[in-house]
């Protein structure tokens, strides 16, 4: 909720661009098993706009927007919609601002004025976390519908997405697809590839690791390899997407608290149903439970040099994960871990990483603006122009002018993107947990 930086522009580990570069480790692999050591030839050229010499009016956030410019943008907007506050209608015509005609976005496009051609690198999950924000907005209907359009377009045959058209599917970017769809008023599982007919349910079921998988495996999903370990940042992702949800999950009432079960693999040669989406859900939150519980109630980075410091954006998706299924009591423990350690780690990350943690507060029914003795809500709008209060009921309805994934290819076969990248760049590429 999930795109590589040149080595010039390696993210810290603070940073929401993180999240992407972890997936982009993943995709690295990934492209040297199956022989892709070039990216796809429509992208052979393509890179982000080059990094602005002074922010664009309207963009949250102080660091360069080269890489998580529009995902760091959807997630602040949507965090701030979820909340009950109106964006500035700067950020808003900022993000709207930076769609492609085709319907897609980049990570950055430094000037919007100047029309999208082949080389510029369109990226599915930008794309999708823009339509979760605007769709959430309300008011610019055109811009997710031509949105939603494009990413129809570039579905794989299996029915799933990768970061970068063209390249293999992954099961972040079939998720933060998922919940695009749902956000746009789709039903993801009708949205089916134009050769094979499979849907994006299908696509992410692959992903699945079921009970011929080594135990404490089990249920947990890989980023993209078929027999490849398991990856906590895509099952957080999966188990959200495979509920049909994404960004903004609603928090549930109080007796919604189904205790996890991890995959059932009792009696010789039982596997999962494929077919049955919430017993996936359930498979995969039982993985993240466990390695929550081994851990201290947090997930671990999967950066090189960095995999016994903990991941806080991955972290935050897994309680969101978790709050989604229902699974009160095992949301509220790594969310008790974020609200003690997460502020200094929001604070240098940036307007992605508050959004991560506001949303992961809503879905579990804490109040954002007393989070561990931090106001996340305050501390996101102070990285971009002052948001409006809450906004009438109809002012979602129709069309108004007031509102208004992928980096280098190897980073962006893999994203968060989404949340804050966790759900970036969270993203919206990684290696194996």
């Given at each position: 909720?999930?795109?590589?930086a ?27 098993v ?42 602040a907007?949507?965090?701030?919609d ?83 058209p ?14 695009a ?67 903004v999950?609603?928090?549930a ?7 996890v ?9 039982k596997?999962?149903?494929k ?12 993985y ?52 003690k ?10 307007p ?15 109040d ?23 906004p ?42």
């Open positions: 909720m999930a795109p590589m040149s080595m010039a522009h390696q993210a810290p580990l603070t940073h929401p661009v993180a999240l992407l570069a972890r997936r982009a480790a993943t995709a690295l692999a990934a492209a040297v199956l022989g892709a050591a070039a990216a796809p030839a429509a992208y052979a050229d393509a890179a982000p706009s080059a990094s602005p010499k002074k922010l664009p009016d309207g963009l949250y956030g102080s660091k360069d927007p080269q890489y998580d410019g529009v995902w760091r943008q959807s997630l907007l949507l965090a701030q979820t909340v009950g506050l109106r964006p500035a209608g700067s950020a808003v015509r900022w993000l709207v601002g930076q769609q492609c005609a085709d319907g897609s976005f980049s990570a950055f496009r430094a000037d919007p004025g100047k029309a999208c051609d082949a080389k510029t690198m369109r990226d599915t999950n930008q794309t999708a976390a823009a339509v979760q924000a605007l769709a959430a907005l309300g008011g610019q209907s055109d811009t997710v519908r031509k949105a939603v359009g494009w990413l129809k377009s570039v579905q794989n045959d299996d029915g799933g997405w990768s970061s970068v063209g390249s293999a599917s992954d099961a972040n970017s079939t998720s933060v697809v998922i919940g769809l749902a956000a746009a008023g789709e039903k993801p599982r009708s949205v089916t590839s134009k050769k094979g007919g499979k849907s994006p349910d299908d696509g992410l079921l692959t992903f699945q690791l079921g009970c011929d998988a080594k135990e404490g495996e089990r249920g947990a999903f890989t980023f993209q390899l078929k027999g490849a370990a398991p990856n906590a940042d895509a099952t957080a992702a999966a188990a959200t997407g495979a509920l049909g949800k994404g960004f999950v609603a928090p009432d109080g007796r919604a608290n189904t205790p079960k991890p995959l059932d693999c009792k009696g010789a040669g596997k999962t149903d077919g049955d989406l919430s017993q996936a859900a359930e498979g995969g939150a039982g993240l439970v466990a390695q929550l519980d081994k851990n201290g109630q947090h997930l671990l980075s999967a950066m090189p040099g960095a995999e016994k410091q903990p991941d806080f954006g991955n972290t935050a998706d897994a309680v969101v994960a978790l709050a989604a299924g229902g699974h009160g009591a095992a949301a509220a423990k790594p969310l008790k871990w974020l609200e350690n997460a502020a200094d780690w929001a604070g240098q990350s940036g992605a990483a508050y959004a991560q943690l506001v949303l992961a507060a809503h879905a579990t029914g804490t954002p603006r007393s989070f561990g003795g931090t106001d996340l809500v305050a501390a996101l709008n102070a990285t971009g122009p002052k948001p409006a209060a809450a009438a009921k109809d002012d979602k309805d129709g069309d108004s002018s007031g509102g208004g994934s992928g980096i280098w290819w190897i980073i962006g076969v893999g994203l968060a993107i989404g949340a804050g990248i966790g759900f970036l760049l969270s993203g919206r590429k990684k290696n194996q947990l």
